[in-house]
């Protein structure tokens, strides 16, 4: 079973630079797998961050930004701000139709 | 703006048929240039794309092979809004379900309705 494997946890200082992954525990990821990236606060549905590995959605700010580094997708956030503090989940494009998501990455800004 | 709003039951009994409808404003079940998706949210099994209709002159349906053998997902194109029914439930599918639109380029979800929680127990 193909799975997309990212960090269960992560913590930033504020002002600081976090970078979250996301993998397959089958290879390596490309912009093949078209990762997108999303952010999730308690109670409230996924907000679309980044798409096709670097585009970011309307209205994200530019401390955001997606990336390819080694074999895994990746999320970058330069300057974390204290409301970054969320749950942040990627998605893989794995053919024939089918997305899959990450488990998903707890971030802690203090 | 698009806007997605679901609506169906919260409580579905064991063995029995969970639906749920998602009505569309702001764009059109039937637009070649999106996809039309159901992903769920539960705390053993995170976020996971169920399933996907969508039109290309002809409609077109993609289902996770997790839920592929109980699974329905159809377009009501004379009410631009879609449905999700999932046969056989057992209180694993308990879950926020969520109706979300895709991009077909990027392969992204841009969209997502506000979620719905679906309780299975009897």
């Known amino acids: 079973q193909t799975l997309v494997t990212q960090e269960p946890s992560f913590s930033v200082s504020p002002g600081g630079t976090v970078t979250l992954t996301c993998g397959l525990n089958?290879?390596?990821?490309?912009?093949?797998?078209?990762p997108s990236w999303y952010q999730q606060n308690p109670g409230r549905a996924p907000r679309t961050l980044i798409y096709?590995?670097?585009s970011r959605s309307s209205g994200v700010p530019d401390r955001f930004s997606g990336s390819i580094l080694g074999n895994k997708a990746a999320l970058t956030i330069t300057g974390a701000q204290a409301d970054d503090e969320s749950e942040y989940y990627c998605v893989l494009y794995l053919g024939r139709g089918i997305s899959v998501f990450g488990g998903g990455t707890k971030l802690t800004v203090l | 703006q698009v806007q997605l709003q679901q609506s169906g039951p919260g409580l579905v009994r064991p063995s029995q048929t969970l639906s749920l409808t998602c009505a569309i404003s702001?764009?059109?079940?039937?637009?070649?240039?999106?996809?039309w998706n159901w992903i769920r949210q539960s705390p053993s099994r995170g976020l996971e794309w169920l399933g996907r209709t969508y039109y290309r002159s002809k409609w077109y349906n993609d289902f996770a092979l997790s839920v592929k053998s109980r699974i329905a997902i159809k377009p009501d194109t004379s009410k631009s809004q879609f449905s999700l029914q999932l046969n056989s439930v057992t209180p694993e599918d308990t879950a926020v379900y969520y109706c979300?639109?895709?991009?077909?380029?990027?392969?992204?979800?841009?969209?997502w309705g506000q979620g719905a929680l679906v309780t299975v127990s009897s």
């Open positions: 096709n590995t670097n």
């Open positions: 702001g764009d059109n079940v039937s637009s070649d240039d999106a996809t």
């Open positions: 979300v639109r895709g991009r077909p380029g990027s392969l992204h979800f841009d969209y």
């Open positions: 089958s290879g390596s990821v490309s912009t093949t797998e078209h």
